[in-house]
Structures are given as structure tokens and as C-alpha cells.
């Protein structure tokens, strides 16, 4: 059981936008703690995507992007390529746990 | 640029004791904010923090696991060891270390991984 809930899986067609959604507690997002966003190609190592307010390392496409409202958050990626399709990761630390703390994953499909 | 790389044997046996290296390049463990940190993910499974330790030896544990995990850095030869003892056919999974950057903007996220190493354990 994940600390951070994300639904178990989203789909969208080429060029859809689709949102995935991390939802926390008051000892993590709602604290005030940041959320970032991890992109897990098949076999491959997590790769940030999004981290802080909003921040896209250099690379990462401005399709990409992330929001926080309370104890949630969500990663929206527009115009949906069939690149995108992966496992998305939402990070936080929880203050109660001292831990960093990961949610339990999404699998993105590209139809 | 930064890179990581994990090494150690791909095979243990329950209750022995597992030992990780991660070989680092492209920063500095005694800069100051930066950490090493290490995640592990079950085959098919999600992400799970293991420990982290930072560039002045403080070092983080998952509270799950703190009695069985070991954190040191060697910074001279740029590398950070993991120790896990007891394990279990359940600690199967791919580990990583990865860096955490010194950010005044932000805080305890990764911005680079190593590329992984299955530990399968089994008698």
C-alpha cells in the first residue's frame, strides 16, 4: 500500500490530453511538501520529468506538465505520443514517516 | 554529466547479508546539499525508498527497514555502499541510487538513476 494513491492505469488516443492523479495526506503533499514526477520506460531506468513547481529538466517537453491543490497533485501531458507510453511515478516526502515516499504507479497507454 | 552505476551479485541466498555499490561521477559527495540515495522496485512493482545519505554523513533510513539497512559513502573513490541483511525471497527487485541535488527552490526529489541491478534471492 503506497503512501501516494495514483489510479492503476489511464489510456488516450494520439494528440488526447489525459491527467494522472497523486493523492497524499496532511504529512506529505498537504504539508506543503513538493511533488515530482517520475516517467518509467519499459526496462528502463524512472527518469524525472517534473519536479517542484512545476520544473521540467532540460529535455523534457513543455507537453509535460505538473499542479498541486491541497493533498493531490497531477501530471497532464497534452498531445499524447505514442512515446508517452509508460509507467508514471508521483514522489513526495513525508514528514511523519521521514521518508521519502513514491506512489504506487500508473500505466499510461497510448492507443 | 552526471552517472551512476550500481554493482554487486545478481544471486543471494536467504538470510545473507547484501552488498551494494553505487560508483558515482559528474559531482561531488562533500558539495554541500547533495545526496546518494537507493530505491528498489519489486519485478512488476512500484518504486520504494530504501536511504539516502547526504554530503555531511547524515543518513536516512525507510523507517520499514531501518533495522536490516546500512548507508556509508566513500568519497574518494566517489562511491556509496548499501548493506541489507536478513534477506528474503521478498527483497527481489531492481535497485537503484540515484542523485539528489542541492536546490534552494526545492527538495528531496532525484534527478539522475543508475541504470539498475536485479537481486534475485533464493536458496
Known amino acids: 500500500q503506497s503512501v501516494l494513491t495514483q489510479p492503476p492505469s489511464v489510456s488516450g488516443a494520439p494528440g488526447q490530453r489525459v491527467t494522472i492523479s497523486c493523492t497524499g495526506s496532511s504529512s506529505n503533499i498537504g504539508a506543503g511538501y513538493d511533488v515530482h514526477w517520475y516517467q518509467q520506460l519499459p526496462g528502463t531506468a524512472p527518469k524525472l520529468l517534473i519536479y517542484?513547481?512545476?520544473h521540467r529538466p532540460s529535455g523534457v517537453p513543455d507537453r509535460f506538465s505538473g499542479s498541486k491543490s491541497g493533498t493531490s497533485a497531477s501530471l497532464a501531458i497534452a498531445g499524447l505520443q505514442a512515446e508517452d507510453d509508460a509507467d508514471y511515478y508521483c514522489?513526495?516526502?513525508?514528514?511523519?514517516?521521514?521518508?521519502?515516499?513514491f506512489g504506487g504507479g500508473t500505466k499510461l497507454t497510448v492507443l | 554529466q552526471i552517472t551512476l552505476k550500481e554493482s554487486g551479485p545478481t544471486l543471494v541466498k536467504p538470510t545473507q547479508t547484501l552488498t551494494l555499490t553505487c560508483t558515482f561521477s559528474g559531482f561531488s559527495l562533500t558539495a554541500s546539499g547533495v545526496g546518494v540515495g537507493w530505491i528498489r522496485q519489486p519485478p512488476g512493482k512500484a518504486l520504494e525508498w530504501l536511504a539516502l545519505v547526504y554530503w555531511d554523513d547524515d543518513k536516512r533510513y525507510s523507517p520499514s527497514l531501518k533495522s536490516r539497512l546500512t548507508i556509508t559513502k566513500d568519497t574518494s573513490k566517489n562511491q556509496v555502499v548499501l548493506t541489507m541483511t536478513n534477506m528474503d525471497p521478498v527483497d527481489t527487485a531492481t535497485y537503484y541510487c540515484?542523485?539528489?541535488?542541492?536546490?534552494?527552490?526545492?527538495?528531496?526529489?532525484?534527478?539522475?538513476w543508475g541504470q539498475g541491478t536485479l537481486v534475485t534471492v533464493s536458496s
Open positions: 540515484a542523485h539528489e541535488p542541492y536546490d534552494i527552490l526545492t527538495t528531496y526529489y532525484f534527478d539522475s
Open positions: 514522489q513526495s516526502y513525508d514528514s511523519s514517516l521521514s521518508s521519502w515516499v
Open positions: 517542484g513547481h512545476n
